[in-house]
């Protein structure tokens, strides 16, 4: 039931830092597919501190969110020692984040940001709006600023086909898992590109 995906590879993830940002739309929906993709990245040897996870309300502010996400991680590490956090510099609370805050985590930019959200057409008038300005925008927020993004969005037809993606179904895939091993293999790849 797995759609043809890519070859899966594993690449070391033991000195990357990840971040995560997902919508809270359809959470039921999007639990599943945060959790396979943090144990892919968790299995690939990133480092539970080199995770953070940050919330907006839908998929629609995804953009904005990994663009300032990103340039709040490069303040960070030009002020590194000032006690600064990705999510004191965005304004949320640390409780919103799996372990920026924790000692022992990691200073630098993220290697790679994954932008989570589910769109379902049958629930969203816009759908199509919504859907190529997300798009759109995750591409442009991560050629302007030479990260890879993740595109975690699923954009389908009705919550079955949601659920299905996300292993929700019996035999079904769970598309986080891909989506955390491309944020490891894109990361690490672009720092061997740099
Ligand atoms: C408004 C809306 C609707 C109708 N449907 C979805 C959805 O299926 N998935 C999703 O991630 N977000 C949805 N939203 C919320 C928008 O993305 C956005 O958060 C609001 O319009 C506020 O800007």
Redesign the pocket.
């Known amino acids: 039931m797995h759609n043809k995906g890519p070859t899966p590879q594993h690449h070391d993830g033991s000195n990357l830092r990840i971040g995560i940002v997902h919508?809270r739309?359809?959470d039921t929906i999007i639990e599943p597919l945060l959790a396979g993709t943090k144990a892919k990245l968790l299995e690939c040897g990133v480092k539970e501190s080199n995770i953070v996870v940050q919330t907006?309300?839908?998929?629609?502010?995804l953009p904005i969110a990994v663009q300032r996400l990103y340039a709040a991680s490069q303040v960070q590490s030009s002020s590194a020692g000032s006690g600064a956090s990705a999510g004191d510099l965005l304004g949320s609370s640390t409780a919103d984040l799996t372990a920026v805050s924790a000692a022992g985590a990691s200073m630098g930019p993220f290697d790679a940001i994954i932008a989570i959200?589910?769109?379902?057409k049958g629930?969203?008038?816009?759908?199509e709006y919504?859907a190529g300005s997300v798009s759109d925008g995750l591409m442009r927020v991560s050629l302007d600023t030479s990260v890879p993004v993740i595109f975690g969005v699923l954009t389908v037809l009705n919550e079955e086909q949601a659920k299905a993606r996300a292993g929700l179904i019996a035999g079904s895939h769970n598309h986080g898992e891909d989506w955390g091993l491309a944020a490891v293999e894109m990361g690490a790849k672009r720092k061997a590109w740099a």
């Open positions: 919508a739309w359809n907006v309300p839908g998929s629609w502010e959200g589910v769109l379902i629930e969203t008038m816009h759908f919504i």
